[in-house]
């Protein structure tokens, strides 16, 4: 069984940095994909950032140039930077992997994120 614990979230006011970080333990074994996703409210879940097994990044649009996400392969856990946060980056952010072989996903606990103006 695996599970994704996070944390990191908080508060900050626009211009601030958070780090998120997602712990993954469990049979870990053939990950494709490590990923970022948020939900802010009445909105529709949404991907951040996402790292594949062999390195490429993919970024929304909205959090180019703010936004790094990162893995450390000796602690299981990968990481949200958010630089330059804005309040329209208030949201829960959820981590997420996915195994492609059997095309099953993983998500966090999701931690809440909220930028003041």
């Known amino acids: 069984q695996v599970q994704l614990v996070e944390s990191g979230g908080g508060s900050v006011q626009a211009g601030g940095s958070l780090r998120l970080a997602c712990a993954a333990s469990?049979?870990?074994?053939?990950?494709?994909?490590w990923g970022w996703y948020r939900q802010a409210v009445g909105k529709q879940r949404e991907t951040v950032a996402a790292i594949s097994r062999d390195g490429n990044l993919n970024y929304a649009d909205s959090v180019k140039g703010r936004f790094t996400i990162s893995r450390d392969n000796t602690k299981n856990t990968f990481y949200l930077q958010m630089n330059n946060l804005k309040p329209e980056d208030t949201a829960v952010y959820y981590c997420n992997i996915f195994f492609a072989r059997s095309r099953v996903s993983y998500w966090g606990q999701g931690t809440q994120v909220t930028v003041s103006s």
């Open positions: 469990g049979n870990l074994l053939g990950i494709n994909v």
